[in-house]
């Protein structure tokens, strides 16, 4: 069975630009999660897709946002890319809704903003 | 909100005990995760407590207080392999989910 896959691996941008971080879950599972990992910071929550729609966002501002498709993949975009965007953004899903379900990690997308 | 609290690095030797603590504060206390993230992957689940107590699962055990806000995991028989990062997590408020910054542990022969 195929686990998270996300794409790319790596993504080089400049500030300003846009970023498109893609995410593809566990087949059947339907709550995909996204989370930014900054060097020397923990796990810091952004958003939770459940069926195609948002239902919880982290603290951050409005030019990260994304999308779930009829599929479960989700996408994850980051406008207007500012220096301190720099980490590693991991992707996660669950069976169904709810945090108190256990996360299945993708290797993430490491993402330098020069 | 909720504030979770963990050392930031210790170094253990191989065969020996090690325990990683997290404390934490909050509202809404609903479960609490510990997953391992070893260097440049991806963080896989080692255990879940929602009930005060000891979860037990190999060499890997998991305790819990929710009257003092304290978890720790052990690990037993350590192994070069168990050097990573081990956070904890916190599932709170209005079904939200908060990591700690993560225990590095670093085994040594």
């Known amino acids: 069975e195929a686990g998270v896959t996300q794409s790319p691996t790596h993504l080089i941008k400049t500030r300003g630009q846009q970023a498109t971080l893609r995410c593809s879950p566990i087949s059947g599972h339907t709550s995909v999660y996204w989370y930014q990992q900054a060097l020397g910071l923990g796990l810091q929550f952004l958003l939770w897709?459940?069926?195609?729609?948002?239902?919880n966002r982290g603290n951050f501002p409005p030019r990260f946002s994304g999308r779930q498709f009829p599929n479960y993949s989700s996408e994850l975009n980051v406008n207007a890319l500012e220096l301190e965007d720099s980490a590693l953004y991991l992707c996660a899903s669950s069976p169904m809704g709810g945090p108190n379900e256990k996360l299945f990690f993708g290797s993430g997308t490491q993402l330098s903003v020069l | 909100g909720q504030n979770i609290d963990q050392p930031t690095e210790m170094t253990a030797t191989e065969g020996a005990i090690v325990q990683i603590n997290c404390t934490y504060q909050?509202?809404?206390?609903?479960?609490l995760f510990w997953y391992q993230q070893h260097a440049g992957e991806a963080p896989t689940f080692l255990s879940y407590n929602v009930l005060d107590g000891l979860e037990e699962k190999g060499r890997f055990s998991s305790f819990l207080s929710r009257s003092k806000g304290y978890s720790y995991l052990l690990l037993k028989e350590l192994q070069m392999k168990d050097s990573a990062s081990y956070l904890c997590a916190l599932i709170y408020g209005n079904n939200r989910l908060a990591f700690g910054k993560g225990n590095q542990v670093v085994v040594i022969p």
């Open positions: 909050t509202s809404g206390f609903n479960g």
């Open positions: 897709y459940d069926e195609g729609e948002e239902r």
